[in-house]
Nanobody
Framework: QVQLVESGGGLVQAGGSLRLSCVVS????????MGWFRQAPGKEREFVAA????????DYADSVKGRFTVSRDNAENTEYLQMNSLKPEDTAVYYC?????????????????WGQGTQVTVSS
């Protein structure tokens, strides 16, 4: 059984920064592609970023490219999402996810395990 636990969400003013963490337990972390998704009230859950098993390949949604950075520390079984220049439209519940594969993917269906989510609220 794989468990994912996010942390680091909170309330921040527009232009500020937050760093989300996702700790994975239960299986070998380095086997998994790791992703971040978000869901705002009344909207579909959408892809934000992903990183491959080694950390050498990353992918970002256009809406966050240049502002967010995804990374991982396989020794610590942890994935990170550094979020800078936050905007009110970034407000959402952020979820980390893990899936088996060699590269990154954007489809929710490719991820087998999900965290419980952490709230990020950006005030204007």
């Amino acid at each position: 059984q794989v468990q994912l636990v996010e942390s680091g969400g909170g309330l921040v003013q527009a232009g500020g920064s937050l760093r989300l963490s996702c700790v994975v337990s239960g299986r070998t972390f380095s086997y998994y592609v790791m992703g971040w998704f978000r869901q705002a009230p009344g909207k579909e859950r959408e892809f934000v970023a992903a990183v491959n098993w080694s950390g050498g390949v990353t992918d970002y949604a256009d809406s966050v490219k240049g502002r967010f950075t995804v990374s991982r520390d396989n020794a610590e079984n942890t994935e990170y999402l550094q979020m800078n220049s936050l905007k009110p439209e970034d407000t959402a519940v952020y979820y980390c996810a893990a899936g088996r594969g060699d590269s990154t993917f954007r489809s929710r269906q490719m991820y087998d395990y999900w965290g419980q989510g952490t709230q990020v609220t950006v005030s204007s």
